[in-house]
């Protein structure tokens, strides 16, 4: 991901996803077609594939984004959990009889 910030640094010869993930890049950036596959060796009509996959994958994670799960204030963390619990065992209450 340092190549994102620092720019694209140009084609890695054993590393064929790091290739198609800055080259979707450079065409996000606006960087000429041609230019793009000769310098990362990936053939026009993949190039534009693989741009469409990138902005479907861009919507549908915005669309439906992330939802934290939301913790229930009435709960107890495991320990304090257990220790009330043994506290209840140990010390009844009268009115459970």
């Known amino acids: 991901m340092k190549e994102i910030e620092s720019g694209a640094t140009g084609y890695v010869k054993d590393n ?11 065409l996000l950036k606006g960087v000429n077609v041609e230019e793009v596959s000769e310098k990362y060796k990936i053939c026009r009509s993949s190039l534009y594939k ?3 996959r990138a902005i479907s994958a861009i919507r549908r994670e915005m669309e439906n984004p992330i939802k934290k799960k939301k913790i229930a204030h ?3 963390d495991s320990e304090k ?9 140990r010390y009844p209450a ?4």
């Open 50 to 52: 693989l741009r469409q």
């Open 94 to 97: 009268l009115s459970s009889y």
């Open 74 to 76: 009435n709960r107890l």
């Open 16 to 26: 064929k996803t790091e290739n198609q993930f800055q080259a979707v890049l450079e």
């Open 81 to 89: 959990e257990t220790e009330v619990v043994k506290l209840c065992r």
